[in-house]
């Protein structure tokens, strides 16, 4: 099991490198992680739901992701609330205080999963969440030492150097855990290091002389993570590239923000993610609107930046904007929410780009999907994940036929477009098509061998400056 000393250690990309190094050495390999807080959601072979940290984890294995990779979810909804899916499905929705009390229960379905994850493989790679320094909320923890006991796992503690006292943040969660906790921690490494590795021997032999731990390695900043899909919201960036600039409003919800990644790694494509008081910029070419998880939360706050007075004079400048999931639903004429899905019952105007209304409903729409770009015959292959039906006279000039019936709505000239299918960008042909419609030439970029060439990269830069052998022989 890898834990952080800390949040954004870099757990996430660790555990995708050390699997994709064992895969090489030919085992057989899964990644499970008990819980996980994300909005960035993928759906599943099996038909569930997972963070989309886990789903880049079992591409690192060579595997479909399934809900067994990450049995717990919270999907943030409000300051003090979220979603809770548990094994790919919708559990509850409850605040932070009674999530708190009742995640105990939630052990045994973990414990399940695990046990099937791992069946007939040679090596589970598990994450943790935050930090098992957060000792106040050790009772009934599913996501970190608490699992690591039940499930009588050996644990890697991960220090971020990046951020600095990283030598205080091993020895500090070493003397706040509970002695029995401290006894799973076997190893130690740390990540993010810039300069000459060398210039930390002495911290090393320091942290090894105070925990008794095994130094697994100092690993080097690793230069090309950006070419992995982000996990999380604080992980969107900017990205300088060629011509065609996006402007992305960052939503306070955002959600299944995956779409961007392709897009940021395209070389004549420049992402500008737009933070709050921040105006869209008048140069931008296209505006994407994300998906949301709380999508009239998000319009208001949409609107309370002066971003709606800023798409409207995109518009009149001739620029071309796209709505996906919630964003689509905000282009419309009205969003109705009478049975308070998202929150209080209410009606509300949308920013009228789009001749369509929504409807929110409680049943999810949850499927891995395949579509056709209409305007070329591309092929996509997709997924949705939305509450909401959304229809109008826009829909008539629906741009994609998904899974037998049309998909999506589009303005009379066309600028304007909106649909439910995440993974857009991904298709290679669609983004070079859909990109090229805008009027600037678009170089050809395949962005899932990208990903899969940065994946073997990364393994390689763990397999020289991780002590993979020793690890696994404390794995067992």
């Not at 000792?135 to 503690?157: K, S």
């Not at 091993?170 to 810039?194: M, S, Y």
């Not at 070389?267 to 921040?278: K, L, M, N, Q």
């Not at 669609?430 to 990109?435: D, E, K, P, S, V």
Request: aromatic content about 6%; proline content about 5%; glycine content about 10%.
């Amino acid at each position: 099991m890898i834990q952080g000393a800390g949040s954004n250690v870099g757990k996430s990309m660790l555990v995708a490198g050390i699997a994709r190094a064992c895969v090489k050495r030919g085992m057989s390999v899964a990644p499970f992680k008990p819980q996980n807080m994300s909005n960035n959601a993928a759906v599943t072979a099996d038909g569930g739901e997972i963070g989309r940290a886990q789903a880049l984890q079992a591409m690192a294995c060579g595997l479909d992701p399934l809900v067994d990779m990450n049995p717990v979810l919270l999907k943030p909804e409000s300051e003090i609330g979220a979603q809770v899916i548990v094994q790919g499905k919708r559990f509850a929705t409850m605040k932070a205080r009674d999530y708190g009390k009742q995640k105990s229960k939630l052990m045994p379905p973990v414990l399940e999963s695990f046990r099937r994850i791992g069946a007939g493989r040679d090596l589970v790679i598990v994450e943790g969440a935050g930090s098992p320094a957060e000792v106040n909320l050790r009772a009934g923890d599913i996501a970190n030492m608490g699992f690591a006991a039940a499930a009588n796992v050996p644990v890697v503690l991960i220090g971020d150097i990046d951020r600095g006292g990283v030598i205080a943040q091993l020895v500090g969660t070493h003397a706040v855990l509970p002695p029995e906790d401290e006894a799973l921690i076997k190893g130690f490494a740390i990540n993010k290091f810039r300069g000459d590795p060398t210039l930390f021997a002495d911290g090393m032999d320091i942290i090894a002389a105070r925990t008794n731990w095994a130094p697994l390695g100092i690993i080097p900043w690793f230069a090309d993570a950006w070419k992995l899909p982000a996990e999380d919201v604080m992980d969107i960036a900017n990205r300088k590239g060629g011509a065609i600039k996006v402007a992305v409003p960052r939503l306070n919800r955002i959600a299944n923000f995956d779409d961007l990644d392709p897009l940021t790694a395209t070389p004549d494509v420049t992402v500008d993610i737009i933070e709050a008081g921040r105006p869209l910029p008048g140069d931008a070419d296209l505006v994407i609107i994300p998906g949301s998880k709380s999508t009239i939360a998000d319009l208001a706050h949409f609107r309370a930046q002066g971003w709606d007075i800023d798409l409207a004079a995109h518009v009149r400048r001739g620029g071309h904007v796209l709505g996906i999931c919630g964003g689509y639903q905000m282009l419309g004429t009205e969003i109705v929410d009478a049975d308070g899905i998202e929150g209080a019952p209410a009606t509300v105007a949308g920013l009228g780009l789009l001749d369509v209304r929504t409807v929110m409903v409680p049943e999810k729409r949850l499927a891995l999907s395949q579509a056709t770009y209409l305007a070329t015959g591309d092929t996509i292959e997709g997924y949705e994940i939305h509450i909401g039906v959304t229809e109008g006279p826009d829909r008539d000039r629906a741009w994609l036929s998904l899974d037998e019936r049309q998909e999506g709505a589009a303005s009379a000239d066309g600028r304007i477009m909106g649909c439910y299918l995440h993974g857009l960008f991904a298709a290679d042909a669609f983004r070079t098509a859909f990109l090229a419609n805008i009027g600037k030439p678009v170089t050809a970029h395949d962005y899932n061998q990208s990903v899969e060439n940065t994946l073997d990269a990364l393994a390689d830069h763990l397999e020289t400056h991780m002590d993979i052998d020793q690890l696994l022989a404390l794995a067992g």
